[in-house]
């Protein structure tokens, strides 16, 4: 733990935009029926399971047209 420590202040604004980000798109695919490619349970496995890009690929391909 002590070899984390320096790197904390740049981990934690990391890990929060990474939480938000993954909520939001989360939030979406269960409010929203329609979808480019795919279904509703293969988009939430692809937000929750691929952090960081899952979500960013859903919002850049996956989403409907609103």
Known sequence: MDKL????PF???ILIIEL?????ALVHVLRH???RFGS???????VVVFQIIG???YFAFGRGEE
């Open 55 to 57: 979500p960013i690929v």
């Open 20 to 24: 938000a980000l993954m909520l939001t």
């Open 5 to 8: 420590t320096p790197y904390l």
């Open 40 to 46: 509703k349970p293969l988009w939430i496995i692809v």
């Open 11 to 13: 981990l934690i604004p």
């Open 33 to 35: 029926p329609h979808y």
